[in-house]
């Protein structure tokens, strides 16, 4: 063989294989691209079950506000009809007098009781009680350990004994 010849097929085995390397790589993106379209699929088959579900909620919802509109329409038919016939008996009712309306009387006791609550209530109401205590409270002597606590600041150089 010639050097022709072997720089020829050097070249041939260098081509296939950088086209080996470029059909891996080439494989793993492909790969990557079917796994994503899995993924898309499954997104899709879901959001159709959720668009199904939406679907039968609006149906739900639709059937109970005509019940909804059938019972108020109902009600509001009795309504109606009540207050035709409140109207009629308005209409129908004798004329009442127009004087003052009298209180049937009180007994004297009844009065005298309600009398005394409401003075009381008054009385109360004039001087609140005191709720807290006017004198201090008797202080207690402090111990000496407390004075010794806060004497002089606490410091590294003290906790160590003063070494550095």
Known sequence: MSIIGI?????LAGLLLAALVMGWRLNKR?????????GFAKAVSELNAAAERAEQGLADLRAATDEATDALADRIEKGRT???K??????????MPAGPILE??????????LGALLAAAREARQ????????????????PAFEDELFEEP???????GGRR
């Open 82 to 84: 009540l207050a035709a």
């Open 7 to 11: 720089g020829l097929n050097l070249l």
């Open 86 to 95: 409140l109207e009629r008996l308005v209409d129908q009712a004798p004329a």
């Open 154 to 160: 606490l410091t590294l150089t003290s906790l160590a």
């Open 30 to 38: 492909l790969q990557a691209l079917r796994d994503s379209h899995d």
């Open 104 to 113: 049937p009387p009180k007994d004297a006791a009844q009065e005298r009781r």
């Open 127 to 142: 001087r609140p009680e005191r709720l807290v205590r006017s004198a201090p409270a008797p202080s207690r002597p402090r």
